[in-house]
């Protein structure tokens, strides 16, 4: 192991790097990769955090870019974006993003849950904040309120700050969903009206 490819994992911009990123960097096989990583492993440079993902010993990053990196492509929504944005208070002690896959992880001891959502709902109306990437705030909403109509989610109106909403955004991006999704969101808008 040269010590400048050691060099460049230290200095890379990315906290996180897969088996083909440790290939790519040492110019070597995927096996020789596989022997690097659990060489890197022993002599305290890099930690495993699932199969084929590692991190720096000592590098910081933040869980959510972690939520991004255990499984690609994927994006940070549903309760913890609601959270974020400051429409719900209650702070989820699950990580949720969507994926094309559901999968359910548990790494650096916090438990991660990706909900599957179709390719044509997965594609719009997300973006990057500090170093990870979530999904605007209608968006989130959406996305929730579609998880609920699936009966994975569970979101009272009372507990969704609806003025923090674009309405005009979430009407845009909510023809995209079923029409579940539209009579959820008239029935939270009401109760929101009701709450004033």
Wanted: net charge positive; glycine share 4%; proline share 4%.
């Amino acid at each position: 192991m040269a010590k400048n490819n050691i060099s460049m994992l230290l200095s890379a911009d990315t906290p996180f790097f897969s088996l083909s990123s440790i290939q790519a960097t040492f110019n070597i096989t995927r096996e020789s990769a596989r022997t690097t990583a659990f060489r890197l492993v022993e002599r305290g440079i890099l930690i495993r955090l699932r199969r084929d993902l590692y991190t720096l010993v000592n590098r910081k990053y933040s869980l959510f870019s972690l939520a991004n990196a255990l499984h690609q492509p994927s994006v940070i929504s549903l309760e913890t974006a609601l959270n974020y944005w400051g429409l719900i208070v209650q702070v989820p002690q699950i990580i949720f993003s969507l994926a094309l896959k559901s999968y359910h992880y548990t790494a650096d001891n916090t438990e991660f849950i990706y909900r599957r959502i179709e390719p044509s709902l997965f594609r719009f109306g997300q973006g990057k904040a500090e170093d990870f990437y979530i999904t605007e705030p209608e968006k989130a909403f959406l996305d929730t309120l579609y998880m609920q109509s699936k009966g994975l989610v569970a979101l009272l109106p009372e507990d969704v700050d609806m003025g923090k909403l674009d309405i005009e955004l979430l009407e845009y991006y909510s023809q995209f969903y079923p029409v579940i999704v539209k009579k959820l969101i008239r029935l939270f808008k009401e109760k929101s009206y009701e709450a004033k």
